[in-house]
């Protein structure tokens, strides 16, 4: 199967842990470090927890790494934390792929954080609003706010890419550097 889009992948310490619990129903590829029979049954929570009928569907897939062999290889253990066989758990990681196959975010949460998955989804549509348009967002960005024209686009170019108007942020310096336009 060819893949084209955008993909996820998020790995969790362990299964049964109340903030995973909390976290999942979302949609993803899940890599904890427990067996697939463990898997299906803690499905079960989860779907209880967001509300749902206890089943051992999720709507994504979850990997089974119980040997720990791609948490390894992805850097993703935590020794701060270890299970209960004093083993080093994995932490909340979050890779984000674009279309190229490229990896185009890492994010890592310790054991004990959880993830905020508004600010992930923001991430996201950033990364591609901006792989697809000239422009770059804020740090406060929202979906639907002004973004940031490039700054190595000439004057007369941004004109005819940004229809609806570039605006110039007057700053101290003088420096004509800091250009928004509204979304595209």
């Known amino acids: 199967r060819k893949w084209n889009s955008w993909g996820s992948l998020f790995s969790h310490p362990r299964d049964f842990t109340p903030v995973c619990t909390t976290e999942l129903g979302r949609p ?14 803690w499905s079960k929570d989860i779907s209880a927890y967001n509300g749902d009928e206890p089943t051992e569907e999720l709507p994504f897939p ?10 390894i290889q992805l850097g993703m253990l935590y020794p701060a934390e270890k299970d209960e066989k004093g083993m080093p758990v994995t932490v909340h990681m979050v890779f984000i792929f674009g279309p190229d196959k490229k ?13 905020n998955f508004d600010e992930i989804l923001r991430v996201i549509i950033s990364l591609q609003l901006t792989a697809e348009k000239r422009v770059a967002t804020a740090v406060y960005w929202k979906n639907g706010d002004s973004v940031m024209v490039l700054p190595t686009i000439p004057e007369e170019e941004a004109k005819k890419l940004f229809p609806k108007g570039v605006f110039t942020k007057e700053l101290p310096s003088g420096k004509k550097y800091l250009h928004y336009t509204p979304q595209p």
């Open 103 to 115: 990896l185009k975010l890492s994010i890592l949460y310790p054991a004990t954080t959880g993830r």
């Open 28 to 41: 993803m590829i899940a890599l904890p470090v427990d067996s697939v029979e463990d898997h299906l049954a």
């Open 62 to 71: 979850i990997i089974d790494d119980k040997n720990q062999d791609l948490a």
